[in-house]
């Protein structure tokens, strides 16, 4: 009868452990698999893209195009067959010319003042992409070319080609957005690099 009750009791104590083993590994492989899905969620955030700074920086170029580094030598004014014809020349400096060594991408455009709208009834150019560097070539002219809608007295192309204040360049970056603003490009031509910024210069972002 002992020896019977004994091993009874030795049953119920190894299966016992054998719970408490079985509950002691659940508990193991819950803590696992808690701890694997905290390690993914917080790889997923690691994998989101981060804002390159060099990408920023090709962005907001407009500070790299002000006087004296970026600097408007002459403005013209030509109607001809139908079209107007704005171009004008710039010479940079040593440091924009190594910004641009980078290859951004930037544009140019050119906004008419209102005598001009009243007369070709364009408010603006098109964009022209800036060029990239030409060896080391350190001027540049930028020609823009739209065709005017309407009939053009001689006496109206007369003042489009004397008239030549009130034209506003923009610069834009890759994303086309407007970057660097000057308000006049004919008085802005006629300025010494070497002193200080006129006040028809701005800087907008």
Do not use: W
Not at 98 to 108: G, T, V
Not at 157 to 164: G, V
């Amino acid at each position: 009868m002992r020896y019977k009750m004994l091993i009874v009791s030795l049953f119920v104590l190894v299966s016992g452990c054998s719970k408490i083993t079985s509950g002691e590994e659940k508990l193991k492989q819950d803590t696992h698999l808690n701890s694997t899905e905290k390690v993914e969620h917080k790889s997923s955030d690691t994998n989101k893209p981060q804002k390159n700074g060099d990408d920023f920086e090709l962005l907001d170029i407009g500070p790299k195009f002000s006087i004296p580094d970026f600097n408007i030598t002459n403005f013209d004014i030509k109607v001809r067959k139908g079209e107007i014809h704005l171009e004008f020349t710039y010479n940079i400096s040593p440091k924009l010319y190594e910004f641009l060594k980078r290859k951004p991408i930037y544009y140019f455009g050119i906004e008419f003042p209102q005598d001009t709208n009243d007369i070709v009834k364009l408010d603006r150019t098109s964009l022209v992409q800036g060029p990239m560097l030409l060896g080391k070539a350190q001027t540049y002219t930028i020609s823009f070319n739209e065709n005017i809608p309407v009939s053009l007295t001689q006496t109206e192309i007369d003042q489009l080609e004397k008239n030549q204040l009130g034209y506003r360049l923009h610069i834009l970056n890759k994303e086309k957005a407007n970057v660097h603003t000057y308000d006049d490009i004919e008085l802005a031509s006629q300025v010494d690099p070497k002193k200080s910024k006129p006040e028809f210069f701005t800087i907008k972002k």
